[in-house]
Nanobody
Framework: QVQLVESGGGLVQAGGSLRLSCAAS????????MAWFRQAPGKEREFVVY????????SYADSVKGRFTISKDNTKNAVYLQMNSLKPEDTAVYFC???????????????WGQGTQVTVSS
């Protein structure tokens, strides 16, 4: 059983940056693909990015490519999301998720954090 706790969300102006963190406990962290998803009000949860468990391969949603960067530190049991050039449409609750599969589909992720709110003002 893996427990995930996100932090680092907040309010930022358009064009600004935030760094989200996700701390994991209770499992073998290196054995999980880690991902970030987000959910805006009234919308479905959507994939943002993952970093694979074996070779750290990454995959980004087109909407965040070139602006967001995911990183994983197996020594600290943590995954990070650096978000630059933020836009109002990035406003959402951001969730950290863990899976033994490498996937962009939320249904394949068994473990989820509680989410952290990111609000980008125009």
């Amino acid at each position: 059983q893996v427990q995930l706790v996100e932090s680092g969300g907040g309010l930022v102006q358009a064009g600004g940056s935030l760094r989200l963190s996700c701390a994991a406990s209770g499992g073998t962290f290196s054995g999980y693909t880690m991902a970030w998803f987000r959910q805006a009000p009234g919308k479905e949860r959507e994939f943002v990015v993952y970093i694979s468990r074996f070779d750290f391969t990454t995959s980004y949603a087109d909407s965040v490519k070139g602006r967001f960067t995911i990183s994983k530190d197996n020594t600290k049991n943590a995954v990070y999301l650096q978000m630059n050039s933020l836009k109002p449409e990035d406003t959402a609750v951001y969730f950290c998720a863990a899976s033994t599969r490498t996937s962009v589909r939320s249904i394949n992720y068994a473990y989820w954090g509680q989410g952290t709110q990111v609000t980008v003002s125009s």
